[in-house]
């Protein structure tokens, strides 16, 4: 067959292509396309050899693995090619798979045919060598044939034994696995670098890779890397099992990690089986798997077989449907919140990504555009895993062609045309405030702008705050629409004549809406704070504000260094409550929706705890004065005992204070001559007064229930819980006092780990952090409950 031009030039450009990405990736650990992008430029470049042999020479990506490494660790040459697996994309291809093992092996009953099975870790392929049952050498996979030497690198992870454990090792014994980064881990890696303002990882493949190449071993050992074995290369002076997953188990009791979710399955229908459970638990694993490798578990029969130029005939990885995809960025729409928040989304052309066609992703805010450096009309990167948002990790720059467009915040509001602000983070702290830019833009427009009281009403009925049921986001959209709400109160002026002509509601419906919305006025105080929608203050924070202060009034007087005093609640948090609570417009929302009915259920006095517990010394700490810590604002306060002779003080009389340094009274007396501070002095300690915290104030004998035995404790639930629902368990929680987060820190008291438990369950035991399975947590909560 005569090789066309047009087949020649094709083939090397694709050839290039490959080269350029294998580069990018072997060598500088810089991936420019998600392996599905790479995985069907290798396949036409298959196919077009395939078609055209003429076009196979030696220096073909397809008759090699990958490019030499870097030159910054010295060369190891494999004893034996560290090869890569040939991939299946759909069913069809496993078939043909199994078909041609069948035929090769010239048997019968191919369903009697055992295969091992492993998920494929996304990560990167090592070597470990052991003599005499101690690791001598570890080398990465590179171009397959030589690679780096990492030994210094890979002797800091915990899950690789420098000695084998136990005995009958072999002589000398090569083990082949897969170091990676479990998702909690990456997460935690990328917190800490945008926390010190330095560049993320795109993914915890990257992540493991650039971990593994560092050039200083106690870089790497401080990167939450691990290492898990898939097979053996050279074996001397020894003999393992002749089944691979055997083999895999032996070398599990010689102290070596395997993968827990390993099985031996029969035939094709084993295969597909493990390949469809697998896949549906995918997204709940502690790590991230691209597919599934199944391997002919017999090694007399895998020798059998044998290899094709670059991979086994005995193995094939049957991918899952890629988590990232290349697609092109058609434009940047801005969307308007409940709170006023701009916040950009990607049109894309539509990808298959994740299992689902994705046509838009969350770009997050302007500074997430800068930092992609992502314009109108690039090639970018979209990653979709299990349910979360879609969003772009990455710009293919190589593709641009200079057409496109850089991407700008809009003047107005494109719903009501109202001017669009930068929010400003403030710093307060002694005495001093620093103004900076933020990272949200806001239009000015709130309830008057269609797009906020769209949002606004939505959160406002939703099933947190006053769980109306029946008020869907078709019906909100319709009364905004059409004038017949333009605040939450509006809603209880509303007829049953008034919801018939809404879309899809007839009598019945509309009297059980008239009816749901009527018993909504009986709320709870914390789920009325909720549904207000204060900027920061999701429901734990409500539930905070409404368990600590006691009363709506409360909390629309208190300061914001009041606020300070409750449970998790900054000064940030505390100044947008209390700038929300000052507001007139917020104010006349709040007294038009008690004057419809509202009446607030669970209000009381200020918490116990609260009760006379702000000492003179502690409210002089929470002043910020230039120059006094504890010791300072005790020796004042044992000094005065009251706040009111330390306003009126000169600096002879501050001198004869004990313990108090020269430092410390020229700080005090800039305050003391500043206005503004002693008012705000004043006001605070007022405020303690009226509200029972001052130290003056005798607190109250605690009562019999009301028991919050978890008080400051924070709690974690994860999996699925069977004897309760996630929400249920949740607010047990919080009525026994604890926090309950949706992520696990240091802070973490304890984790109450479901089936199903993924990368929250790794970082708990990762942190040392309580595990509680469901029984051992009913019988706790039991326990609590009935103290």
Known sequence: MSLPESVATRAEQLRAEIEQHNYRYYVLDQPSVPDSEYDRLFQA????????????GPDSPTQRVGRKPDTGFAEVTHEQPMLSLDNAFSDDEMQAFVRRVQERLGLADVDRLAFACEPKLDGLAVSLMYEQGRLVRAATRGDGYTGEDITLNVRTLKSVPLRLLGTGWPERLEVRGEIYMPRAGFEFLNEQARAADEKTFVNPRNAAAGSLRQLDPSVTARRPLEFCCYSTGVVEGGELPAEHAARLQRLNEWGLKINAEMRVVQGLVGCREYYAELSTRRDQLAYDIDGIVFKVD??????QLGFVSRAPRWAIAHKFPAQEEVTRLKAVEFQVGRTGAITPVARLEPVFVGGVTVSNATLHNMDEIARLGVRAGDEVIVRRAGDVIPQIVQVVEARRSGNEVEIHIPEHCPVCGSDVERSQLVKRGKGRETVSAGAIYRCVGRLSCRAQLTQALIHFVSRKAMDIDGLGEKSIEQLVERDMVKSPADLYRLQIEDFLTLDGFAQLSSENLYNAIAASRQVELARFVYALGIPEVGEGTA????????SLQRLREAEPLLLTWLPDIGLEVAHEIHNFMADTHNRQVMDDLLAQGIQLQNEAGIAVELQGSISLDRLLLRLDIPGVARTGAQALARFFGALEPILSADESLLAEVPKFSKKAREGLMR?????EWV??????EAQLLAFGMHWTFEPEAPTGGGSQPLLGQTWVLTGTLEQLTRDQAKERLLALGAKVSGSVSGKTHAVVAGPGAGSKLSKAEQLGVEVLDEATFMVRLADWESS
């Open 45 to 56: 470049l298959q196919q077009l050899e395939s078609e055209y042999p003429a076009l196979i």
């Open 298 to 303: 017999r090694l007399d029969l895998q020798e």
């Open 543 to 550: 539930r905070a504000l409404a368990s600590r202060l006691g």
């Open 671 to 675: 305050c003391l001559q500043t206005p």
């Open 679 to 684: 008012a705000t002095a004043q006001t605070l």
